[in-house]
């Protein structure tokens, strides 16, 4: 009989030694299982994620807090390339002349898990954002601030209510930037070295105008984007103001 209570409580010291390692198991699976998801870890790529400005720029991007993992880089579409090698925690792009849109993939492997995590940079050039609206550039004021001295009566304000003095600097016309647009050109007429000039400033959306002759003058701004071109005149007068400004 006694051997009998022995045997039936070392078959059940069995079971539960059976019963707690599987669930010893099962949660070391679990484990195993949340350090696989390598998407929902820390995986992500750091980098410039504006829109691209001019022709050939390059830029880098890291894959960050993933150390020991192995990146390879790929090319999914547009006109980018690849400076240098594709594999590692960086990679450097140039953005060809004749890219608008593509997008780049890297893929992320831990080597002690069964999952990659697929990152996907999703480029553009400025004026081809896909949230873009699908019409040309809209129309805006151009903004006028002249620099000293000015005439008689003058106010900021937009172009065609004021007239400047010739020979002055740090006259600037301005109109918001857009970043839907992919160009700004500026031109004034007459122009020359000794009559007229304008230079754009800052991302195109302004430009600094040089007058030295006085008379009346036509200012041309034409703005484009994925979709269209847009073109503004404006009429712009200079006028003498005694011996004038910084020449």
Do not use: H
Not at 5 to 19: D, E, N, P, Q
Not at 25 to 52: D, M, Q, R, W, Y
Not at 136 to 145: L, M, N, R, T
Not at 209 to 216: L, T
């Amino acid at each position: 009989m006694k051997r009998k209570v022995s045997l039936m409580f070392g078959l059940l010291f069995l079971i539960l030694m059976s019963c707690e390692k599987e669930e010893t198991v099962a949660e070391n699976l679990e484990a195993i299982k949340s350090t696989s998801s390598i998407g929902s870890n820390g995986c992500e790529v750091n980098g410039n994620f504006n829109p691209i400005s001019f022709s050939n720029e390059e830029r880098i991007f890291t894959a960050v807090g993933l150390s020991g993992f192995s990146s390879v880089w790929t090319v999914e579409s547009g006109n980018i390339q690849i400076i240098g090698s594709s594999v590692g925690s960086s990679v450097r792009l140039r953005f060809l002349s004749n890219f608008t849109t593509g997008s780049v993939m890297v893929k992320i492997n831990n080597p002690g898990a069964s999952t990659d995590c697929d990152v996907v940079l999703n480029l553009y050039k400025v004026g081809f954002d896909p949230n873009c609206p699908n019409t040309g550039p809209s129309a805006v004021p151009i903004f006028s601030q002249f620099g000293s001295p000015t005439p008689p009566g003058y106010q900021e304000g937009n172009l065609g209510s004021n007239s400047l003095c010739v020979n002055t600097i740090a006259n600037r016309l301005s109109i918001p930037f857009d970043p839907c647009v992919s160009s700004y050109s500026w031109t004034i007429n007459p122009s020359g070295i000794n009559v007229a000039d304008i230079f754009p400033e800052d991302n195109g959306n302004a430009a600094t105008v040089i007058i030295k002759n006085a008379g009346n003058y036509t200012v041309t701004l034409v703005t484009s984007n994925a979709n269209g071109t847009r073109i503004e005149v404006f009429g712009l007068n200079a006028v003498n103001c005694n011996s004038g400004g910084g020449f």
